[in-house]
């Protein structure tokens, strides 16, 4: 007979009470258990009475011997198996938000985890990580309750209490999960590998989703994942737990902005209807996309219903109190970042600390270094346990970043366990750092330094060009930010210095927004230091920023007319000439062709009487551009063979990178005045050879941006039809990186026609 078979506990006593010819009350009476409760038991809801209970009705039926023990045995079996299937209430999974908004790839991932395959014996496990204030407790209870059908013998939810000082251990934990599987207290092994073992044993034979929240380690959760079966497990921590092998893995990010509004006018619920929709949506934009800070602002304004929302944005606008207006009853956002904070190593919080001074969005390890103070082998190392705990986020090519909110926390922390004069130190160690690194970095492109010999031996070391341009557009945010802090504390030597190393770099990235404020700032430091010949020089250099598309002529005016001013007053001849240089360029751009001849050629007058070949040369091809802007091509032409004649002339006394620079300018212009007079092929020739050495100098800009439309339309009339499409295509891409859209909207519609 098999076990499903056998009668129980209820069939057998039914049997004995009607063998001894007494009714459900007769037998009540004469054993003292209530006629309600035996009528439970004969029908089998009440499947292990208690062992005082089956020897009061043993006694009362008057049995003896087998019959006794068998319905003994029966009671005792029925109450194992009670404990083994009943729910116990323990572990039960928390209610789910009503607002809860988003996360609907997230959410797909956590149902395709449901239904996922693994290896035998493997059991499948997804974790999901993120930094404080993410919601993955919230997002993980959400997704438990939507696959809650999934799982008939139950959903568990457990916090292991990760961020306290004492998280709960894996012993406790497994007895906690066994309780809530029915296990009782006394049959739940002593022996912590037993206890692992009945714990895995169960969710094999089970269909059953454990949500284990806020885990602390890998050694934690590791004897709580299900070793095969039907069962799943889930795990959110705020740790990456690496160590872990064979899980499905989920990385939380903020919310979308979009997002973010629509979970707060969620929170708001009816008083959203009486905020304007765009002051939500700056609200949210300052909550970073933190559901936790986005709840808080939510809640502040619903517990004080006369708030308005506008004004609370306009306090949060201000990044000295930013954060400490994110609290809200037992909410506080420095709470959740404390908590992560506090699991850090003391020489790890310094770093955390310290990284707050950093100016710009990102940083790496160099940077760290500097900022900590220690070898760059220990900056990894604490980047790395940061990363682990969420405190930075970590990016592209060993690029790290701080959240908004993380980062006023760092800031308050170094506020708050710093002295002002450790403060004061290491804002500087760290901005003179940044703005030597800069100034190392710009010289690489200027004629007369490049490679340094000897650079400072605390720099990071740089070993081409391309490395020091690499590292001034990453680091751009930072040693910008640099020259603001100095010139706010009166370093202005620093700032000038930097200033002045970026003239020839400036013109590899010509369209970067950043050159307006940074030869500003070198002309204020200038005119702090009263050096009139380099305010003269950085403005300009100025003039020029105005110079390049989309140029402002009338500003190109003003700066070389203050630069002309003070230039004369400090007979600095270069300056002079190079504000006349200007001068006529932005003639040029009013299509004031004589005048701005005139002036290109007093500039080269005076280029030529210093002994500036390098200057003169540039003069000329302006003087040149003129020419060609008036329909003077075959002029322009002879100008520009000139200067191309000069170029590759080795006894002509040019700076060599000067050459490198010039020579591929001028062969794009003369490939322009080949085009308008009707020689084609030769055009082709000049602009293509011109295109491939600025791809070699790695310096796109409009001007080959326009080559390349240029040479597209060329090839289109010579029938080249798939190179014209190609080249189309590429000079909108160069277009469109520059900014300009239209432009580049333009060729696109140029390749698509091309037939």
Excluded at 258 to 269: K, M, Q, R, V
Excluded at 478 to 499: E, I, K, P, T
Excluded at 683 to 692: F, H, N, P, W
Excluded at 705 to 720: N, P, Q, Y
Aim: hydrophobic share 40%; proline share 4%.
């Amino acid at each position: 007979m098999s076990e499903t078979d056998r009668p129980g506990f209820g069939e057998v006593l039914r049997g004995h009470r009607r063998a001894a010819r007494l009714t459900l009350e007769q037998l009540a009476e004469v054993s003292g258990v209530s006629a309600r409760t035996l009528s439970d038991m004969e029908r089998g809801r009440s499947k292990g009475p208690q062992a005082r209970t089956v020897t009061a009705l043993a006694d009362a039926l008057k049995l003896d011997g087998s019959g006794r023990a068998r319905l003994i045995e029966l009671a005792r079996d029925g109450r194992l198996r009670d404990h083994w299937t009943r729910r116990s209430g323990l572990c039960e999974l928390p209610r789910s938000v009503e607002d809860f908004t988003g996360r609907d790839e997230e959410l797909i991932w956590l149902s395709e985890l449901v239904y996922a395959e693994s290896s035998p014996g493997v059991g499948v496990v997804g974790l999901i990580t993120g930094s404080a204030g993410l919601g993955k407790t919230t997002f993980a209870v959400r997704a438990a309750h939507s696959v809650r059908s999934s799982f008939p013998d139950g959903v568990l939810f457990l916090d292991l209490f990760g961020m306290s000082q004492q998280p709960l251990t894996a012993d406790d934990a497994l007895r906690l999960l066994l309780r809530a599987l029915g296990v009782a207290d006394q049959h739940v092994p002593g022996d912590p590998h037993e206890r692992a073992s009945l714990y895995r044993s169960l969710l094999r034979d089970k269909r059953v989703l454990v949500v284990l929240d806020n885990a602390a380690s890998e050694e934690q959760v590791r004897p709580l994942l299900p070793g095969g079966g039907a069962s799943r497990a889930l795990i959110t921590t705020r740790r990456l737990l690496a160590g872990l092998e064979g899980v499905r893995r989920l990385a939380l990010g903020p919310l979308p902005l979009p997002d973010s509004t629509e979970l707060l006018a969620g929170i708001l619920g009816e008083r959203s209807a009486r905020d304007e929709e765009s002051t939500l949506a700056r609200l949210a934009e300052l909550c970073g996309g933190l559901p936790l800070a986005l709840r808080i602002i939510g809640n502040r304004l619903l517990s004080r219903p006369d708030w308005d929302a506008a004004q609370l944005a306009a306090r949060l606008t201000d990044e000295e109190r930013r954060l400490e207006q994110f609290k809200a009853g037992d909410l506080k956002i420095a709470n959740a970042f404390g908590m992560s904070y506090e699991q850090l190593a003391d020489s790890t919080r310094r770093v955390f600390r310290n990284l707050a001074v950093v100016p710009g969005r990102d940083l790496d390890a160099a940077l760290t270094a500097v900022a900590g103070g220690m070898p760059i082998a220990a900056a990894w190392d604490a980047l790395d346990e940061l990363v682990d705990l969420g405190l930075l986020q970590d990016g592209a090519e060993g690029r790290y970043r701080f959240h908004d909110l993380v980062r006023l926390f760092a800031r308050d922390r170094l506020q708050d366990e710093e002295t002002a004069t450790g403060r004061e130190t290491l804002a500087e160690r760290v901005t003179s750092w940044l703005l030597r690194m800069a100034t190392l970095s710009g010289r690489w492109f200027e004629p007369g330094y490049g490679r340094p010999d000897r650079p400072d031996a605390d720099l990071a070391v740089l070993i081409s060009e391309e490395e020091a341009d690499g590292w001034l557009r990453v680091n751009v945010d930072n040693w910008l930010g640099a020259m603001r802090a100095a010139a706010g504390s009166g370093r202005h030597s620093l700032v000038l210095d930097c200033a002045e190393s970026m003239h020839w770099f400036s013109d590899r990235w010509a369209h970067s927004p950043h050159w307006q404020e940074v030869f500003t700032l070198g002309a204020e430091a200038a005119g702090a230091l009263g050096d009139l010949t380099q305010q003269a020089t950085q403005l300009n250099y100025l003039a020029w920023v105005h110079s390049v598309p989309p140029s402002d002529p009338e500003a190109v005016l003003r700066y070389a007319a203050e630069a002309l001013e003070l230039a004369t007053r400090a007979d600095a001849t270069a300056q002079i000439a190079w504000a006349h240089e200007y001068t006529a360029e932005a003639l040029l751009l009013l299509g004031r062709h004589d005048g701005a001849i005139e002036s290109s050629s007093r500039a080269a007058e005076m280029f030529q009487t210093i002994g500036d070949i390098d200057s003169y040369v540039q003069s000329n091809a302006a003087i040149a551009k003129c020419l060609f802007d008036e329909g003077r091509y075959a002029e322009a032409l002879d100008r520009y063979l000139g200067l191309l004649a000069v170029l590759d002339d080795p006894e002509s006394g040019m700076t060599p990178s000067v050459v490198v620079h010039s020579r591929p300018l001028a062969l794009l212009r003369i490939g322009s005045c080949l085009r308008h007079l009707g020689r084609r092929a030769e055009a082709i020739t000049a602009l293509s050879e011109g295109i491939d050495l600025v791809d070699q100098l790695q310096a796109s800009d409009y001007r080959q941006a326009d080559a390349l439309e240029t040479l597209a339309s060329l090839l289109a009339g010579e029938g080249r039809t798939d190179e014209s499409r190609r080249t189309y295509t590429r000079a909108a891409r160069v277009y469109e990186s520059i900014g300009d859209i239209e432009a580049g909207s333009r060729c696109q519609a140029l390749a698509a026609a091309v037939s």
